[in-house]
């Protein structure tokens, strides 16, 4: 019996084709393959730039820098999410809150965040930037959370990682009409990979030249940034506090080579989800709503099961092994998050989600054969 994960990559001759012609190359970072990985996505996304990096948490932390959050400023974020949606804004020396999320879709709540920026325009402490979390590769209601950020000001950070190949309103994601930036992940376990990996989208060009200083140790060869004539072609000058967040040509040498197969991923993706929710219709379980305004991504396929057997299913599944997760603790219970002042009970909607939640495998080389085993397992489990 195979071990099943709950995601996983596939890389196929092509790839491996691409990454070894990299190897045999001149350059092994900060060469062409790159700027075309920028290019194909960004076009793909209908995004006017793209900025690539080594990972979606760098991505989030140069897309906060490029904002300009800093000491002072506030960070709102769903507290179901990877830790790395909220943690950018502790680097940048910024605070974090988080909004509760929506029973039935998971994200971010728009009600929710409509009142609590009520709450904080009278105590005036209105978020700098929101980020907005696409859970399991489903759109947030961007155009809800969109016409609050222009009645309140708040710049937003889109944090796409689960939502690559996914579209909103029938447009690609990634494509930042309702958002400053977009981010995306290319680890391993997403729709592509680059290994790590991670990319900014914009429709701003002075906020992609922006995250391209930030990316690169702040540092230009741009003579029209320079505070004074280049001494020479060697000449550079470091304008703001950067980092080595740079993606390598290997990197996106394979991104690059999985974007041409992203729609296929994606389809097959929905194929899997609906053999889920029609074998899983008749079981003691809740099953991933699919808003009509979108098209998911499909990173995660999420069940709820009463919070009392849920220790019990998900242990059934992990003893056949079978790779289940959970996905995610709600970020405020963390203890890192605590210590800032966090407290339980805050989010009842993240914290009833979360008693809930099972992830199962969900990525495009499981089998159909695959699939009927988890199913199977489940059922018994469920029904045990
Ligand atoms: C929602 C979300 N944001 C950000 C990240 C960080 O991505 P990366 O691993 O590329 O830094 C992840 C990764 O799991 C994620 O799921």
């Not at 990559?9 to 045999?24: K, R, Y």
């Not at 998050?337 to 990525?363: D, H, K, V």
């Amino acid at each position: 019996m195979s071990h099943i994960p709950y995601g996983r990559q596939d890389v196929i001759a092509d790839d491996v084709e691409a990454v070894t012609s990299v190897l045999q190359s001149d350059w092994l970072t900060q060469g062409p393959i790159v700027p075309r990985f920028e290019r194909a996505m960004a076009d793909a996304c209908g995004a006017s730039h793209a900025v690539a990096v080594n990972s979606a948490t760098s991505a989030l932390h140069i897309a906060c820098l490029a904002l300009g959050l800093g000491p002072g400023d506030w960070l709102w974020t769903s507290p179901i999410t990877f830790l790395a949606s909220a943690n950018c804004a502790l680097y940048c020396g910024a605070r974090v809150d988080f909004v509760d999320i929506d029973p039935r879709t998971y994200n971010l709540s728009p009600d929710a965040l409509a009142r609590k920026l009520e709450q904080a325009r009278t105590e005036n402490r209105l978020p700098k930037i929101v980020v907005p979390v696409h859970l399991a590769g489903q759109s947030c209601d961007m155009a809800a959370i969109y016409a609050l950020s222009r009645e309140y000001g708040f710049s937003i950070i889109e944090d796409a990682s689960h939502a690559v190949g996914g579209r909103y309103q029938n447009l690609p994601v990634g494509d930042c009409r309702f958002s400053d930036i977009a981010v995306f992940s290319f680890h391993p376990v997403k729709i592509i990979t680059s290994a790590e990996g991670g990319m900014a989208l914009t429709n701003d060009a002075q906020l992609a030249e922006r995250m391209a200083l930030f990316r690169s140790h702040g540092m230009t060869r741009e003579p029209a940034q320079m505070s004074r004539e280049p001494d020479g072609p060697w000449y550079y000058e470091q304008i703001e506090l950067g980092f080595n967040y740079r993606m390598s040509e290997l990197q996106a040498a394979l991104g690059l080579s999985q974007t041409t197969r992203l729609h296929d991923y994606v389809r097959r993706r929905h194929e899997l989800a609906r053999r889920y929710d029609e074998r899983l219709a008749s079981l003691p379980l809740t099953t991933p709503r699919q808003h009509p305004d979108c098209y998911s991504g499909l990173h995660l396929y999420v069940v709820r099961v009463d919070a009392t057997r849920r220790r019990a299913v998900f242990d059934a599944l992990r003893a056949q092994d079978i790779g289940v997760n959970v996905h995610y603790i709600p970020l405020h219970t963390q203890p890192y998050y605590r210590r800032l002042g966090n407290a339980s009970g805050t989010f009842p909607e993240a914290e009833s989600y979360y008693a809930e939640a099972i992830s199962l495998p969900m990525y495009a080389t499981l089998t159909e054969g695959q699939q009927n085993r988890v199913i199977d397992v489940l059922g018994r489990a469920l029904l045990a």
